[in-house]
């Protein structure tokens, strides 16, 4: 007989952001609470997306948490928006001052969680034979977590490097004197291409969609900026949880239509915007993401800056972005569009030019082979319910989650899961999350549970799970206020079309403010829209 696994309250699978402030939440609610993490430490996408040039497009002092006032004074940022490592250091941080790592099982991916019905509990299984029980299950498990490579023929008999944005080797990639190809323009592939440019002998840049993409703007800390904004910590944070998405208090949204005002007006706007940098454009008019003929105006904007910057007409043209501004995720860079002016980088559009196979020296397009040493994929992740599809999770009857959420993430207020008792999962689908500020919606999602659990033990409750009905219509909603903007009119992550075979639903909810509006009042409403027993 194997032993008896060690039971706990809480089981977190995931040592990210979120899954770090749930361990310090169940410890200050007496809670026990062993954490499972695929990573050698802890950082979650800041541990594993460490290629060149990664870094935040939300502002430092905005994306880290806030549940700790001394934690909030004591660290200082020294860009404008932190680059990787130092969000990593932060977090390493945060993970010696609150003694994380003695709860934290490294190097242990969860492979399956069963819910046993007779006791309540959830058994979790992991790839090392680690096993453990717990009351409650919280995934922790992110949401660009599983980073997608697209089948390409040959791709096993490439000799050279094959690297993956959202992988990369701990040890980083010498790319000196090499010749690259780097494979996507989103955001990935924008940041570390003009790195890796600079560095290696030749980099080759396939493209199948041009990206929008708006100067970062990014610059060191100003020491007085920074000071300012944390002697008045709490105002600005409480004045970014009533923003749309969660940030750029600071840069009031200018609340007029884009086509109230006269041409002159409007390009004075959108330049004033431009100059705040990368996501923060958006608030130039509030509704640039709503009216197809204001987001008409800025993509105009946005196009006409990007070909300023490029020497060759050809290529001017090849990267001249079309369709919606921002319907994919918009790019912040710093030098993409500039790169291209560079000898030693060259782009291949792939809807004229298709790769037609990898060989073991290169990619062969439709005119020939371009001989490479190294791939870089920036090619994306399977997005939102990706890493929760990994793990095999079984809840009442045998119901599997992956097989319930085969035509889409069928979900109540991106927390719970019919069927799937006090399984929890942080910035789930059907949350802000990634239409937001990831950090302060992880810390509201946090409080949210450690809230519910709490509320469970003090009235005598063993569980609770989404009623099925509030699911379909948590869904409902989130889907028809999204198509009330452009965000469904292309393809996107958003929308799991990036995978072939994903079902084509949008899965992140709009609207910070009325969301954690929400979440309160079902909560103070004593859990309404889900089952408690
Ligand atoms: P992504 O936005 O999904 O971009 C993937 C890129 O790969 C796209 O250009 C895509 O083209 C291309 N692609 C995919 N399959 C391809 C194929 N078979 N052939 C050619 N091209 C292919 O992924 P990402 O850049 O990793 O970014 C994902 C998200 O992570 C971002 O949107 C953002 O939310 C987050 N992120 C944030 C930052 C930051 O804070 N600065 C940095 C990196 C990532 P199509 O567009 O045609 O599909």
Not at 24 to 52: C, H, Q
Not at 262 to 282: M, V
Not at 481 to 501: E, F, K, M, R
């Amino acid at each position: 007989m194997p032993p008896s696994p060690a039971h706990h309250d809480l089981i977190i699978i995931g040592a990210g952001f979120a899954g770090m402030y749930m361990l310090i939440r169940a410890r200050e609610m007496g809670l026990s609470a062993a954490v499972f993490e695929k990573g050698g430490d802890v950082g979650g996408t800041w541990y594993w997306n460490a290629y060149p040039g990664a870094r935040c497009d939300i502002e430092s002092l905005e994306y880290s948490y806030q549940f700790s006032e001394e934690l909030q004074q004591e660290w200082d940022w020294s860009e404008r928006y932190a680059t990787q490592p130092e969000i990593l250091a932060y977090l390493n941080h945060v993970a010696d001052r609150f003694d994380l790592r003695r709860d934290i099982r490294f190097g242990t991916r969860v492979t399956s969680a069963r819910f046993e019905e007779a006791e309540a509990r959830w058994l979790v299984e992991s790839d090392d034979g680690k096993r453990g029980t717990a009351d409650f299950l919280v995934a922790a498990t992110g949401c660009l977590s599983v980073p997608y490579t697209p089948a390409i023929p040959g791709l096993e008999s490439f000799r050279g490097k094959v690297l993956h944005t959202g992988e990369w080797p701990r040890a980083g990639v010498d790319f000196r004197g090499l010749r690259v190809a780097v494979i996507g323009t989103g955001s990935s592939g924008i940041q570390s291409a003009p790195i890796i440019a600079a560095e290696a002998e030749h980099v080759t840049v396939f493209q199948r969609t041009p990206a929008y993409s708006v100067p970062a703007q990014n610059r060191p800390m100003d020491p007085e900026q920074q000071a300012g904004i944390k002697a008045r910590y709490a105002e600005f944070r409480e004045a970014n949880r009533l923003q749309i998405a969660g940030f750029g208090s600071d840069c009031p949204m200018n609340e007029g239509s884009a086509l109230d005002d006269n041409p002159e007006i409007r390009r004075a706007t959108f330049e004033r915007y431009w100059e705040e940098g990368g996501l923060l454009f958006l608030r130039a008019y509030a509704d640039l993401l709503l009216n197809p003929e204001a987001n008409a105006e800025a993509a105009a904007f946005v196009r006409e800056k990007i070909a300023e910057k490029i020497r060759d007409p050809e290529t001017a043209r090849k990267l001249t972005p079309y369709g919606y501004l921002a319907c994919k995720r918009l790019c912040a860079d710093s030098g993409y569009f500039e790169m291209f002016n560079r000898d030693n980088v060259a782009l291949v559009d792939v809807n004229e030019t298709p790769m037609e196979e990898m060989t073991e020296t290169g990619i062969r397009t439709s005119e020939g082979e371009i001989p490479v040493d190294a791939v870089v994929f920036a090619t994306g992740f399977d997005a939102m319910t990706g890493a929760l599809e990994r793990i095999d999770i079984e809840g009442r009857d045998g119901l599997r989650l992956r097989d319930k959420w085969k035509d889409g993430p069928l979900n109540y207020l991106g927390l719970e899961v019919a069927g799937f008792p006090n399984l929890f999962t942080v910035t789930g689908p059907g949350s802000p999350s990634v239409l937001s500020n990831m950090v302060p919606s992880i810390e509201q999602h946090v409080d949210w549970i450690s809230d519910c659990i709490g509320w469970l033990r003090a009235n005598g409750k063993r569980s609770i799970e989404a009623d099925p009905g509030a699911e379909l219509a948590w869904v409902a909603q989130v889907n028809a206020i999204a198509d009330l903007s452009i965000y469904t009119h292309c393809n996107s992550w958003y929308l799991g079309s990036n995978v072939p075979g994903k079902p084509r639903v949008f899965s992140p909810c709009l609207g910070v403010p009325d969301y954690n509006a929400r979440c309160a009042e079902v909560a103070a409403a004593g859990y309404e829209g889900f089952i408690v027993r």
